[in-house]
């Protein structure tokens, strides 16, 4: 069974950092294309960085120079380094993979609970 678990959430104060985790099972982590989605006040469900294998990976415009996506393929685990946070990074976390959203649907409402972020100002 595919399973994605998020974590690492938490509130802070605008200018701190977080570091988020998504380990994952079920499938072949090394190589699956991996993302990370979040859902904010308005609920529209964003792709903020995506990990493409043998691709050409992407990050959000208005995350980079302070989000890093790094991955430890050991514990197939991805984890978001959030840094300088902004009152706007505030949302519902989650990361998928293509076999999960097959299984559930291309919702961020599909996939699980994620991970909350709130961030203050």
């Known amino acids: 069974e595919v399973q994605l678990v998020e974590s690492g959430g938490g509130a802070v104060q605008a200018g701190g950092s977080l570091r988020l985790s998504c380990t994952a099972s079920?499938?072949?982590?090394?190589?699956?294309?991996m993302a990370w989605y979040r859902q904010g006040p308005t609920n529209e469900c964003d792709l903020v960085a995506s990990n493409i294998r043998g691709g050409t990976n992407y990050i959000r415009d208005s995350v980079k120079g302070r989000f890093t996506i790094l991955e430890d393929n050991n514990q197939h685990t991805m984890y978001p380094q959030m840094n300088n946070l902004k009152p706007e990074d505030t949302a519902v976390y989650f990361c998928?993979?293509?076999?999960?959203?097959?299984?559930?649907?291309?919702?961020?409402?599909?996939w699980g609970q994620g991970t909350q972020v709130t961030v203050s100002s």
């Open positions: 998928v993979t293509p076999s999960l959203m097959q299984i559930r649907g291309s919702k961020c409402s599909d």
């Open positions: 079920g499938f072949t982590f090394d190589d699956s294309d």
